[in-house]
């Protein structure tokens, strides 16, 4: 079955933890995203990587760092340093063609307690 | 700057009424592609529909359809006789490409709440 698959669904962190999210793509798509929603709020982009080992901040990379070693996999870390980190985490990967199209993976949610 | 405004936060309809969802956008790109995504309450986005800045024919798919106007930056979206399961939060998003090392990415709006009432 083809498509963008993230992990944990759930998560809870402790105040100074660090924690990695998972996203994993089947879609063999070069580029990949991550994005932040919080309550009643738009989508706000965290970081994205348009190649293997290539990867930009976004308008809210602070307290965050991804990696992308593999064109599969972009995981996302959410550091201590992230002040609210408390939301949720979606993470896509574009299709290009006729038209480009961004496809969303079911999304993380990230309680820190 | 490019920019999504959805004004409406959140609309109540009840069920087989006919509710339109607005979306207007700002860009400075001559070229560029606007979306609908529904967010249902699972969580994942849901692609809907893309449009093509050089095409504004209105698209319909079965209940839905969507009206894009150049004129006045504005791609609305409409649901003909909602039903329960229309019930979500739905995204308007804008397409921007940036030349210098040809990223793409969306940039979106707030979200509208449609509560769609038996």
């Known amino acids: 079955d083809g498509g963008i698959t993230q992990s944990p669904k759930y998560l809870f962190r402790k105040e100074g933890q660090n924690v990695t999210l998972s996203c994993e793509q089947n879609l063999n798509h070069d580029a990949m995203y991550w994005y932040r929603q919080d309550p009643g709020q738009g989508l706000r982009l965290i970081y994205y990587s348009q190649i293997v080992n290539d990867f930009q901040k976004g308008d809210i990379a602070e307290g965050y760092s991804v990696s992308r070693e593999k064109k599969e996999s972009f995981p996302l870390t959410v550091t201590s340093a992230q002040k609210n980190p408390t939301a949720f985490y979606l993470c896509?990967?574009?299709?290009?063609?006729?038209?480009?199209?961004?496809?969303f993976g079911e999304g993380s949610w990230l309680t820190v307690v | 700057a490019q920019k999504v405004t959805q004004a409406q936060t959140e609309i109540s309809v009840v069920e087989k009424e006919d509710v339109t969802l607005d979306c207007v956008y700002e860009t400075r790109d001559t070229t560029y592609y606007l979306f609908w995504y529904k967010q249902p309450p699972s969580g994942e986005l849901v692609f809907l529909i893309r449009r093509n800045s050089f095409d504004e024919q209105n698209e319909i798919s079965g209940r839905y359809s969507w009206n894009f106007q150049k004129s006045t930056s504005s791609f609305n979206f409409t649901i003909t006789a909602s039903q329960v399961v229309d019930s979500a939060v739905y995204f308007c998003?804008?397409?921007?490409?940036?030349?210098?090392?040809?990223?793409?990415?969306?940039?979106f709006g707030s979200g509208t709440r449609l509560l769609v009432r038996p």
């Open positions: 998003a804008l397409s921007e490409l940036r030349r210098m090392d040809s990223s793409y990415k969306l940039i």
């Open positions: 896509a990967s574009l299709k290009t063609g006729r038209g480009n199209t961004i496809y």
